[in-house]
């Protein structure tokens, strides 16, 4: 790693009064996927305000990238997702873009050949007139250039992303999810890969972020879990098992069930406690 | 040397090279077939934005050159056949009356606009029409393609109004101009490499906008474009309309050079030859499709001429060793820079994109 997260420069790219936020909430109601008979995501209700940081947990196949999929308009689904009081279910991804919810994928799926700071460029240039977009960019945008700080790629700003190093990669993502301004934050393991200290920045970066939005976390690594959420949903087999603050969930008899495929070994809470999910 | 200064000084050569070089050196003859290489390497043009930047590959481009150059084909024969004249071959074909649909093209005026404007907006709404329901790659390979081999059926199929297999030809005159004077041959000449110049800046000015860097996140990760906020389908049907729009223009000018214009030429084969010479100079380069089609072209003629039955061979193993070993094309060979990293933050914000698949637009 070259440069640090800066956790202090986000406040130049979250610039707008946390006011603006403060009745964002992402709800979602009865939402139900099916894929070929198969029941991916069974009627899940979940409402995740701004100021929150949420972690989904829960084992594989439980369904979590399914919902985030589900939300984002990439997995066709039955029920109600509202952010905002807009409909987002049925519209077509970009536009559920547009209203505001931002999404990484569980692989960093940034634009390989195009440099760090040409990606930011596009994340936040989704609204930009034809007129503009024919034209070469002449300056950095004020918030490209503050995303680039709170990412700490600044020195790699014109370098291909491709590149950069995995943890470099899931940064470049949360700096393009800030840029294209979204209230609504899914992320899909943003923390695989990286290192103790990578996770540790990764963390508070969240928190701050989660302060003043909508933040969804899709996560396998407990410790950083236990860390960072401020509450917890835990998914199993489509449905949503249990939810509350960290505590409330960890000690849940049905959750340390899951997690441990059968009680009668008795140890779950331990083996949550150590980070071991699989 | 700056990248900037670098184009320039290669535009200027090519810019010499075409106006000056080339009618020294060439027979009226020679020029004229390289006048015909020129609207083919419009087409490359085209097909290097929508292919090496876009990732769309247009096997049907054929489609698009010859609706241009059946609409210039159309007004050559009404203007020959004079104000309420019926062209030649409706006279021999038909009953002689001209089509409705013909009546427009008496005007040049209209003419121009119809070249410019009717096949970009046919591969605007087709092109939106596919990429919405996420149809890519092969398929949509195979779909332009086929729309090419229907295109040629269609005309031959209707005689009467379109010549057939013959295609229109025997043309007199271009605009007012008596294509019989080989000055006016050499004026056609002049045209075809200044709309090519013209054509070659623009494409450079589009790859370093931020619609180009666009187009390439597009053709990288189309999903993660979308999840930003924007709609690919619209991205990648307006670089389809732009390679429509040169290969309409490049048929266009086909026509008075080459004075035919038949199904031969807007087929699946011609189609696939088009690709072949962008692939081989290098798709995703400025100036590769650009050489690599006038030089398939050029060997394409010279081969021919001494071999004829060996040179669909020649160019068949020429491509398969390309895409096998330089998938990038030639231009990887020549051109090759990678930007050093340590150079990374001094230079101007990066308005290019210097990477090896791309830095052969450089010259």
Sequence with gaps: MTEDIHVEALENVLTEPAAAFKHDYLEIRDLKVVFDGFVAVDGVDLTVTSGDLRFLIGPNGAGKTTLVDAVTGLAPAAGSVRFGGVELLGRSSHRIARSGVGRTFQTASVFEELTVLQNLDIAAGAGRKLRTLLRRRTSVPTEVEAALETIGLGKVAHLPAGVLAHGQKQWLEIGMLLVQNAHVLLLDEPVAGMSQAEREQTGLLLQRIGQQRTVVVVEHDMEFMRTYASSVTVMHQGKVLAEGSVSEVTEDERVIEVYLGSRSHGRGTAVIENGETK | ?363
């Design chain 2, 1 to 363: 040397m700056n990248p900037a200064l670098k184009t320039w000084a290669g535009f200027g050569g090519a810019a010499v090279l075409l106006f000056a070089v080339a009618p020294a050196a060439l027979s009226d003859f020679r020029l004229n077939l390289l006048a015909k290489f020129l609207c083919l390497a419009m087409v490359a043009v085209g097909i290097g934005f929508a292919w090496g930047r876009g990732g769309m590959l247009v096997l049907g481009q054929g489609v698009f050159f010859g609706l241009g150059g059946y609409l210039m084909a159309m007004h050559m024969k009404l203007a020959d056949a004079g104000p309420g004249g019926v062209p030649d071959f409706m006279l021999l074909y038909g009953n002689g009356v001209l089509p409705g649909w013909w009546e427009p093209m008496r005007s040049p005026v209209v003419t121009v606009l119809a070249i410019l404007v009717l096949p970009a907006a046919l591969a605007l709404v087709l092109g939106y029409a596919v990429f919405r329901r996420r149809v890519r790659g092969a398929y949509f390979a195979i779909l332009s393609q086929a729309l090419a081999a229907a295109f040629a059926l269609l005309l031959i199929g209707q005689q009467t109004v379109t010549g057939g297999t013959n295609g229109l030809n025997g043309f007199r005159s271009f605009f007012g101009y008596d294509l019989a004077d080989p000055l006016n041959k050499q004026t056609l000449y002049y045209i075809c490499a200044g709309v090519l110049l013209a054509m070659v800046a623009g494409v450079r000015l589009l790859m370093n906008s931020r619609y180009g860097e666009l187009l390439v996140a597009v053709r990288d990760q189309e999903n993660r474009v979308r999840f930003l906020g924007y709609d690919p389908a619209l991205i990648k049907a307006g670089a389809y309309a732009l390679a429509a729009c040169f290969a309409a223009v490049g048929g266009a000018l086909f026509t008075p050079v080459a004075g035919i214009i038949s199904p031969a030429d807007v087929g699946v084969v011609p189609s696939i030859s088009l690709l072949i010479g962008v692939a081989i100079g290098g798709r995703a380069t400025l100036l590769g499709p650009v050489i690599g089609s006038i030089a398939v072209s050029w060997a394409e003629t010279g081969l021919s001429e001494r071999f004829p039955s060996i040179w669909t061979y020649f160019l068949g193993g020429l491509f398969i060793v390309v895409v096998a070993f330089l998938p990038n094309g030639l231009a990887s060979l020549t051109f090759r820079r990678r930007p050093s990293p340590a150079t990374g933050k001094q230079t101007q914000p990066a308005t290019s994109v210097d990477l090896p698949a791309t830095s052969g637009g450089h010259p």
